[in-house]
């Protein structure tokens, strides 16, 4: 019988196989491939420089101590929400609003079930946070990664691609660029955004929560004036946001944490229904408009 920490390892390597496929049908595993690496990165230097949370390295397959896992998960998160707000035609800023939204969403369900895995989380917050165990912080950074991963990604990828339809490169190539400059550049901002959250909040509770409600607030304005476009997202990254969601959603149950949290039960289901009106949605609309209508491929 395979262990959670097994199982979490086969789950990150199946569904960051999903996304892997799609990226290598689009053309688009430099950003793909970054976000493992910058998953691994960002986890490193948020451990190093805030020391609030630790890994049990020992029962994962890890670099540097940080599990292997966890650069595959981001990576899923990212590439699923980037291929979204694509799909959506969310242009430039707000697609990294939306994005930094997408990955909030998947956090809230799993962070605080991973934290109560036995005999000993996939991570362990010291101290505990306010939200189920898990720090206010923590979804700030969530937050931040989404958005400027995605809005470095960007500024950088419109500047490679106009040089390299300048110069005849390969659109792949140009696209190679921005995501190096992307795994540097944003790397270091988050470290700059994680300290300003330290700095501004200062322990506080409120104050936590008023940032971390700010920030969502103005992503979700800029998000709904993007005129977005809904259309069926791509069907391999919705997979494995699905995947993501039931497993922890069944570690939950497995561990009898809804009889003590049934909040949290709520939470997740809701943001599974969240999950839903993103990836599903859609379909049924455009279906309804259109019966004809045929969805698009994976």
């Known amino acids: 019988m395979l262990s959670p920490y097994a199982s979490f390892e086969l789950l990150t390597v199946v569904v960051a196989g999903l996304c892997g496929v799609h990226a290598y049908r689009t053309r688009d595993l430099p950003f793909f491939g970054t976000a493992v690496v910058y998953g691994v990165v960002l986890e490193k230097l948020v451990v190093l420089g805030f020391e609030d949370y630790t890994y049990p390295a020992a029962r994962f397959v890890d670099v540097a101590g940080i599990p292997l896992a966890i650069g595959l998960g ?3 998160v ?6 979204t ?5 969310i242009d430039p800023p707000a697609r990294a609003a939306f994005v930094a939204l997408f990955v909030l969403h998947v956090d809230l369900a799993l962070d605080a079930v ?17 939200y189920f165990g898990v720090p206010l912080g923590n979804f700030f950074g969530w937050f931040a990664v989404g958005f400027l991963f995605v809005a470095v990604y960007d500024v950088a990828l419109g500047r490679a691609a106009t040089a390299a339809w300048s110069d005849g490169v390969d659109e792949v190539r140009a696209r190679a660029v921005a995501a190096a400059v992307t795994l ?7 470290y700059v955004a994680m300290f300003a959250w330290d700095v501004v909040t200062l322990e506080s509770t409120l104050r936590k929560a008023i940032v971390l ?11 709904a004036r993007s005129n ?6 791509a069907t391999l990254p919705s997979l494995a946001v699905f995947l993501t969601h039931g497993y922890f959603l069944a570690a939950l149950l497995w561990l009898g944490v809804h009889r003590t949290e049934p ?5 997740s289901l809701a943001m599974l229904g969240v999950a839903a009106a993103l990836h599903v949605a859609p379909v049924v609309l455009a279906r309804g408009r259109s019966p004809e209508a045929t969805p698009e491929t994976p």
Request: with cysteine; aromatic share 14%; glycine share 8%.
């Open 85 to 89: 707000a694509r799909r959506w035609e």
């Open 213 to 223: 409600g700010s920030c969502m607030v103005a992503a979700g304005i800029a998000v």
């Open 114 to 130: 991973a934290i109560r895995v036995q005999p000993v989380g996939f991570w362990t917050w010291t101290p505990a946070g306010e």
């Open 74 to 76: 981001w990576s899923v």
């Open 78 to 83: 990212l590439y699923a929400g980037y291929e």
């Open 184 to 190: 540097v550049a944003a790397s270091a901002l988050l």
């Open 228 to 233: 977005a476009s809904l259309r069926q997202p």
């Open 263 to 267: 909040f949290l039960l709520a939470m």
